[in-house]
């Protein structure tokens, strides 16, 4: 019974150890993303934009089910998983917007767009690292 336990224990804490391991990866990919878009506004590449806003759109997969998400969260702000479910759903909003403005060649637009992502970004960081 007690190797049961030990073991039951050694599995949940491998599934955390993963879902933190994820998520960084999925940080960064978004970082990569964002850094990626910045980038192509400032030297002209329409290129650099779309394959930020792609990197940006697949990172921003794992927090599209509120109930997933409870376990990229912090085990005391799980109960707040709706609001990194709602600054998801904002990211791709943006992002699909800020591609057809692209696709329009309003720019102006498009960074504002880009400003979209960056403070959804930071509204759901401000809840999790309690800013």
Request: aromatic letters at 6%.
């Amino acid at each position: 019974m007690k190797l049961i336990k030990t073991m039951t224990l050694v599995a949940l804490m491998s599934v955390a150890g993963m879902s933190q391991d994820v998520l960084s990866t999925n940080m960064t990919q978004s970082e990569t993303g964002l850094t990626n878009i910045q980038k192509g506004f400032l030297y002209n590449s329409i290129e650099m934009i779309k394959a930020g806003a792609t990197q940006i759109k697949a990172a921003n997969k794992i927090f599209h089910n509120p109930e997933d998400t409870k376990k990229y969260l912090p085990s005391n702000k799980s109960h707040m998983s709706n609001v990194a479910f709602n600054a998801a759903k904002r990211i791709n909003n943006a992002t699909d917007e800020m591609l057809l403005y692209i696709d329009a060649k309003e720019m102006n637009k498009a960074q504002s767009s880009f400003s979209n992502i960056i403070s959804a970004c930071g509204s759901c960081h401000a809840v999790v690292r309690g800013w």
